[in-house]
Each structure stands twice: as structure tokens, then as C-alpha cells.
């Protein structure tokens, strides 16, 4: 048995190989998502011009705001009307040139591909921030921390519970708790907003303990601490009705997923090892089930990005669901353009921080599609 | 009974709750085992084999109920013990399983070496290089190269995970081995390879088995001791000479002449019938509707009778034979081709 020191070593030269296949494999993988947002982002470009069709709305808009100018404008007030005709043609014609109207559709729509992977979101042509500022990019990042405040609360308070309490149902599978979970999942078919209307009605108006909505009290309450306690009092409402929208569902389907994995094989095979019960949870269980955990725990994060447009509505929070639905009515095309050029990337990201997580959790992963 | 047995089993029952009614896959079995001694377990599918295994080691499904009777090991009762104790005291310390899945009985995600070397970890609490070097020792005896420690079971041809999962059983160094089908997914050669390594370790080792199969020709090699498996009953338990040579039970005699021998005259014969459901087993015996040999007697369920030292069959035939039964079954030897039709 002399040997057998020296193959125990022979396992550190494996990283290395490990890495080696990595790269490529990550390389790979880049290129393929790279691909992929561009295409997403053209078709956002697309649609949301609906094909150029808005171009001509946009025409007519610029028509008019500038003939408005013109006969608004004391200056002109004496011009001939075929004279202010041709000085509104000439306006219109300018206007024109700088948005290269005059330009087929097709070709601007990759100029504006170009800008938008560059992550140059230009300015928006209706709506403005609540300081007033006109850049796509200033809009969004005014909306974005409290939608990722609310939700990401929301959303990691549902995940993290959920599998907690569905691993522990799954051990006592059949046990009177369980059958409550599965009787009460049904109740996920009603959406957040549904049981928010009944909270703000029992809880702000019936028994008035807490506010029916907005984020923080008008006006912004003094200092940090204040500020802070005023906004989770505000939170309370919109989190709790986000919680019991989907808190059965999520224990339901994961204590599905972890009775199907704790009848594997292998976790029978532990179980006969007399393995400790916490270990086989832990490495039979847990450990080979990961890469399905991580995935729907970062889908959830990313699904943060879109808010929701009802929720948001209904308890008063200037997320970004609301600010989407806004952009839609006024048909702000740059402002739809960029949020969803961000989703795009932040999608991207996800996936590609999904891939190396997946080869860092499973060797069969990593070990297979490195190349050989 | 100068050997104390290592393994008692009596009159383990164990019965599985289904929407139709108890199904009882294991009735009333018993048989004792010696250390050293390989017990083969013969039957048809879905005779109760499987739940024999998992009944020994207490692995019991959800839908589990009833498990009882006596199962002494060294002379403990451990199917009394409780739960933790008997994780903590028995299970792969004492008895372990290679199971009928073998393919899919690793971790995916962890690497062989760690899994075979956990149980040393777990029971013995032995550092990492400790247990790992007691894994290569365990590899090598079963013929894995030392550098298949490092690889993970995607990488390990079907052959190779079966010859880790026996790894894994023996590197505790148990008193029994309960080995569930081990080779019925595999090749021919991959069979005969493992059957190799089980005798060379049955040799070196002196770990007692019970080898679970339906495989009566592979089987031959390894048993000293057969129990022939029938509707949840054990019907026949022998010495495997004496077993091979002179069946006693008639269901015994119709599978030993069902197996094809090479230079054969006649053609192996089948036996006619379906088993029974173990929903509602029949009463009496549970043989009888498929025996060429039944009488009045059959109509009540037979009783366990000697039919020499260590030999046990549940048969009516043999009521009246006490100690030496050779004359007798050998008069009865039935003539393949069987004319209970």
C-alpha cells in the first residue's frame, strides 16, 4: 500500500484541470449570451417603435409643437401664412434631420441598437424625474431602490422561509402540518394586490394601526432614524401582502421538490449508512439539489428589476412597475427602451453567474461540456 | 450447535399500507446465519426479496407498517433497539447494504472517495487522511485502482460503480453484508468479475453475506447456505450441496429443473402459473395452485419441518420426516417436465 499516498495526492493537480475547462466553457458562454441580449434588445427597439410606425406619430407630434411655436411666437405675428408655412416646413425639416427622421427606420433602429448596448439611454421625450431631469438613465435609478426594497424584502423573506419549513414538512411527510400547507396552496392563485386591498382595509381604516400607503409620512420625517422606522411602517402592508400571495405556494412546490430528491437512490443508500439525519439533509439532499435552489433563488432576484405594476398601485409606492406603466401610456419610447435594456443585461448576468455556479455545484457540469 | 449463530431472524414480518389493503411482503420469516457463511436468498421478482433486505437494516419506506419479530445479531436483538441506536450502532457498523440500484446509489456530486470513506468519519469519527487511505485499502481489494478516489460516479463506468458500492459496504469492516441483486444490471463478464471479487473476499475476510438474487446459476458459486424465497415465506432453507443436489420443496425441484445446465438431455423445464398477490395470499399453502405434488393437506397453511440437520421446508410433503429425510426426497424426485398440468 505504498502507492496509495501518492494517488491520494494526485487529486490536487485536478483544479487545474478543472479551470482549464472552465474558461473555455465560460468563454463560450459569453459569446452565446452576448447574442442573445443583442437580439432581445433589437426586438425590444423593434416592437417598441412598433417597426417605425411610431415615426410618423412622432411627425405629426413635431408638426404641430413647432407650428404652436411658430404662431406662438410674437416675433412671426406679421409673416404671410404661406411665409410661416415655409418657416414651419423649415423648422419641421430641421427637426427632422436632427432625429434623421428622414432616414429609413431600419437603419436608425440599429443606430439606436448600437447606443442602447452601449448603455447610452438617452433622453426621454415626455416624462422627467421628480428633480426634473430628462436623461432615461436618472428616471430609472430615482425608481429602482424602492422597488428593490419592497420586493427584494418580500421575495427573500418567501424564499428563505419557504424552503426552511418545506424541508422540515418533507421530513414529516403526511403529518397534520403538511396537509395544512397543501390544503391552504390554493390560495396563491390570488395575486399580491388582491389580498393587499383586504389589509389596507383592516388594517388602515378598520383597525387604523398602520398606513394605507406611499412609502414614507408626508412630509419626510427629520434624521435617519425616524426616516427609516416611518418607511418598514410603510413596508408592512405591501410585504405582508406579498408574503401570503405566495408564501403557500412556494412551500408547497418545494417540499414537492425535496420528497421527489429524498427518495433518490442515493439518499436511501445514506440512510442505510446510519448517516446522521441533519448530514443527509445536508449532502444528499441539499448538496446535489443546489443548482435548482441557486437558479430560482436568482430568478426571483432579477424579477425584482420589474416591480409590479397593480401592487405598486394599489399601496401608492413610486416603484418602477409604476414608472413602466407610465412610459407605456405616453408611449416614451426611449424610457421603455431602457428599462428593458437593463433587464436585458441584468438577465444576461444572471445567467452567466448561473453558469459558474453551476460548474462550481456540479462536476457533471463541469467536467462534461469543458471540452473534450 | 457447537457455531453460535451470528445472524437469528425469526418471524420477521414486514407489511407495506397501499390503497388496496396491506400488501405482507415479508411473512413470518427465519432463518440463522453463521459467521463467515454466504446465505443466498433465491426467488421471482416481487416475492419479497428486496423487503427482506431493507426489513434486516430497518430502511423502511413511507408506507411501511408492522415490521416485527426477532432479528438478533450476536445474540442482541436490534430490530428492539431504538431508532438512533440502531443508526448509530448498526448500520454499516455492523450490517451493511449494497443495494439493488447500484448505478444510482452515489452521490452524484460527491467524489467516490469521500462517499466510501464517510462512513469511517461518521461512526468512527477518523480524520479525512485516515478514512481515505482505509477507502484505497477497501479499493484495491475489490479491484479499483487508488486514483479512482478523486473521480466523481459520472466518470466510473456501471461495472466500476458497483465495484465502489461493494467498496463502500466493506470498508467498515461489517459482520454482514446484505448484498440486494448486485449484479443483475450488469454485463455477463462485469458479473462474472464481481462474483470473483465477492468470493476472493468471502475468503479473505470471513464477512458473512446474504447474496439477494433470482440468478440461481450465479448464485451456485458463492452460497453455502440457500433460502428459497416464495410469495413473502421462506419455503426451503438448505445447505447449498444440498440444495443443488436434492430439492426438497416441489417449487424447490421445479426451479432447479427450470435452470438450463450445459450437456442436458431433456429441455428446462418452466413452471406453470403466475406467483400469488400478496395482497390476499391464498390461504394454505401458497404454492399449492401452481404444485404438481398439492393434496387434501395443502388447504392448510404448512408448518416449518426438519428435513435433516439445518434443513427447513415449509411443505406437507415432509411432515412426517424427522432427522434424515434423504431416502424419502429422493424417492420423491419429480421428473422434469412436471405432470401437475
Redesign the interface.
Known sequence: MSGSKADLTAGRRWPLRDLQRLALFMTRRVVALFFTVLVGVYLTIFFANMGGRVDELRLVQIRSTVAEQVRADSAFRDLASDERNALIEQRVGLEVERLRLDEPFIWRSLDYLNQAMRLDLGRAEQMHSDQGAREVYRIIAERLPATLLLFGTANLLVFFSSVWIALVLSRHYGSLWDRVVIALAPTSAAPGWYYGIFLILIFAFLIPILPAGGMVRVPPPEGTWAYAASLLRHMVLPVAAMFISSIFMAIYSWRTFFLIHSSEDYVEMARAKGLPPRLIERRYILRPTLSPIVTSFALMLIGLWGGAIILEKVFNWPGLGTLLFQAIGYRDTPVIIGSVVIFAYLLALTVLLLDILYAVLDPRVRLDKGGR | MDVPPLLEVADLRLTYRTSRGPVRAVDGVGFDLRRGEAMVVLGESGCGKSSLAKAL?R?LP?NAEGLGGQVRLAGEDVLALPEERF??E????RI??V?Q?AM???????RVGEQVA??LR??RGWSR?QA??QA??TF?LVGV???F??R?P??LSGGMRQRV?LA?ALVTEPEVVILDEPTSALDVLTQAGIMNVLKRIKAELGTSFILITHDVATSSELADRVALMYAGQFVEVADAADFFAHPAHPYARLLMASVPRLHQAERPVHIPGQPPSLLAPPAGCRFAARCPQRFARCDQDPEVFASGARHRVRCWLHADTVGCGEERTASRTLRPGGEGR
Open positions: 437494516l430502511l413511507r443508526r448509530a448498526v448500520r454499516w457498523t451493511a447494504l443495494m440500484a444510482s446509489a452515489l452521490n452524484p456530486v460527491v464517510e462512513p461518521v461512526h487522511v481515505m487511505e484505497a485499502r484495491a485502482a487508488s486514483d478516489l478523486q466523481y459520472f466518470e458500492v463502500m
